[in-house]
């Protein structure tokens, strides 16, 4: 399949019983088996649902090999179905926390927070939800963004907040250049650019201001 827009699509692609064209997720992360303890960070819009199923499908499979260093997961969906100008920086709300040791709990979440809405507008809140996890969670080593690349950070201005490193996974990234918001992420936190078939380490200095 080219794309996943139904809870029916998602269930189908984690049971493994379809495919997807775009294996940047799965990829990246079967090239990094050093990431331990993840906190892992999900845009859950529309456009990335394909994305957020290769992650429970990794997930999953590395669970009954017991290699999945997966330890937090957050969704965010960028304010539910709120209206563009409801939407506050650090207070847009649709982020949501699941656990990584119950699957069907996990697909649940995921279920319920795509009928919670999709965001409507193209710029979504990566800060705030990489924050909740931060401030909310403990116990993991690693931060995990994976985000859309056609979507800038409507938040951005919290970045100086993150005080963890963070590996930006880059989605949707075909023919384009990487969006300039994760290139600052990556950058100001001293973490990385990760895409379908690279690696990118990235340097606070090179950061222009």
Not at 140 to 153: C, M, Q, R, T
């Amino acid at each position: 399949v080219s794309d996943v827009r139904t809870p029916h699509e998602l269930k189908a692609l984690i049971s493994g019983q379809a495919t997807i064209k775009d294996s940047t997720v799965f990829k990246v992360m079967d090239r990094h088996p050093e990431w331990e303890n993840m906190l892992v960070v999900m845009d859950w819009t529309g456009s990335m649902y394909k994305y957020g199923a290769q992650l429970v499908l990794w997930h999953k499979l590395n669970m009954v090999a017991n290699h999945s260093d997966v330890k937090h997961f957050v969704f965010f969906n960028d304010g539910n179905k709120k209206k563009t100008w409801q939407k506050q920086v650090g207070k847009t709300g649709g982020v949501y926390r699941a656990r990584n040791d119950e699957l069907e709990e996990l697909i649940s979440t995921m279920m319920y927070v795509m009928k919670k809405g999709n965001g409507g507008d193209s710029e979504e809140n990566d800060m705030e939800a990489l924050l909740t996890g931060l401030q909310y969670l403990d116990d993991y080593n690693e931060v995990i963004l994976i985000a859309d690349n056609k979507s800038g950070v409507r938040d951005l201005e919290l970045l100086s907040k993150v005080k963890k490193p963070v590996h930006v996974i880059i989605c949707d990234l075909v023919g384009k250049k990487i969006h300039p918001h994760y290139l600052k992420i990556a950058k100001e936190t001293g973490g990385s650019i990760h895409t379908l078939k690279r690696d990118l380490r990235a340097k606070k200095e090179e950061v222009k201001k």
